[in-house]
């Protein structure tokens, strides 16, 4: 299942251009990025409201406020430099 959900407003810097089964395609101050459910598996289980709820935050990176994830837009353009890296809560260690 393919959606496409490009706007007809006036172009923002940081779009949804549309969500399938593999990933969600994203337009960042002019440039696509296709952001696989492998790299970011968090957004897997994500509506189609909270994903399409992105914004600017700041000049270098962008935010889904709903879904609490933020990404430096330079992983984004780079993203062998940024390996996944899973941050845990201090509550996953308490026995």
């Known amino acids: 299942m393919q959606t496409s959900l490009k706007s007809n407003t006036n172009?923002?810097?940081a779009d949804v251009l549309m969500i399938n089964d593999r990933g969600i395609m994203i337009s960042v101050l002019g440039q696509d990025y296709f952001l696989?459910?492998?790299?970011?598996p968090w957004m897997r289980?994500?509506?189609?409201n909270e994903v399409l709820d992105i914004r600017m935050s700041g000049k270098n990176a962008i935010e889904?406020?709903?879904l609490d994830v933020?990404?430096?837009i330079e992983s984004l353009r780079h993203p062998e430099r940024y390996?996944?890296?899973?941050?845990?809560?201090?509550?996953d260690y308490v026995s």
């Open 11 to 13: 172009s923002t810097l």
């Open 83 to 91: 390996p996944l890296l899973i941050k845990r809560n201090e509550l």
């Open 45 to 48: 289980d994500a509506t189609i």
């Open 36 to 40: 696989s459910y492998n790299r970011v």
């Open 64 to 66: 889904w406020p709903k």
């Open 70 to 72: 933020d990404l430096e």
